[in-house]
């Protein structure tokens, strides 16, 4: 597998977070171009601009980015939301260890 390959797919995930209709689809496609120009320069395909867009990016439909926009907003609170609460269960497990100074 290429070196990139995990870190490329975990930013095009998070890239989806981005809370701007257009910017996310943005920020994947220059993660995918990457990706794919590596891949291009490790192989040596020769790969022109066009055949590495035709290869990376998605479509960007801003009719449904911008429909989906609040939905994704509201999603990023809860997923903010249920991390805080996850981090504090997991403060308050260490501090009930047997042993735990809490003076």
Do not use: Y
């Not at 220059?30 to 066009?50: I, M, N």
């Not at 939905?71 to 042993?99: C, H, N, T, W, Y």
């Amino acid at each position: 597998m290429h070196s990139g390959t995990r870190r490329t797919a975990a930013a095009v995930a998070l890239a989806e977070l981005v809370p701007v209709p257009l910017l996310d689809t943005w920020l994947q496609n220059q993660a995918r171009r990457w990706l794919v120009c590596s891949l291009d320069s490790e192989h040596d395909l020769g790969l022109s601009p066009e055949a590495v867009a035709a290869h990376a990016d998605a479509p960007i439909t801003p009719l449904r980015r911008v429909a989906l926009w609040p939905l994704k907003l509201v999603l990023k609170k809860l997923f903010i939301m249920f991390s805080l609460v996850s981090m504090v269960r997991e403060a308050r497990a260490v501090l009930d260890l047997p042993g735990a100074v809490l003076e």
